[in-house]
């Protein structure tokens, strides 16, 4: 099994930042992507960055310029940077790793971004 847990959120004025952390734990062999995604109320799931092994990086537009997603590969640790937030980032954030195929998600850590 494979365990994810996020941390991070929390209560931010617009503009400002967060940076949201997952550890992933349990049997972690050869993770291939790590990625951050987000669900708003009414809203699907949508992705916003991700990070291969080899270290390229992929993000939404909406996101792109302000959130940088990095990986810790020796801990199994995935940051998002997150600046110049905007109301509109308000969401639950998860953590996604992809490991042979299979994808593990985490329990998500709520964003609120006040105007």
């Known amino acids: 099994q494979v365990q994810l847990v996020e941390s991070g959120g929390g209560l931010v004025q617009a503009g400002g930042s967060l940076r949201l952390s997952c550890a992933a734990s349990?049997?972690?062999?050869?993770?291939?992507?790590m990625g951050w995604y987000r669900q708003a109320p009414g809203k699907q799931r949508e992705l916003i960055a991700a990070?291969?092994?080899?270290?390229?990086?992929n993000y939404a537009l909406s996101v792109k310029g302000r959130f940088t997603i990095s990986r810790d590969n020796a801990n199994n640790t995935v940051y998002l940077q997150m600046n110049s937030l905007k109301p509109e980032d308000a969401a639950t954030y998860y953590c996604?790793?992809?490991?042979?195929?299979?994808?593990?998600w985490g329990k998500g850590t709520l964003v609120t971004v006040s105007s």
């Open positions: 990070v291969t092994s080899g270290g390229n990086t």
């Open positions: 349990g049997s972690i062999r050869s993770i291939d992507v």
């Open positions: 996604n790793i992809a490991q042979y195929g299979v994808n593990y």
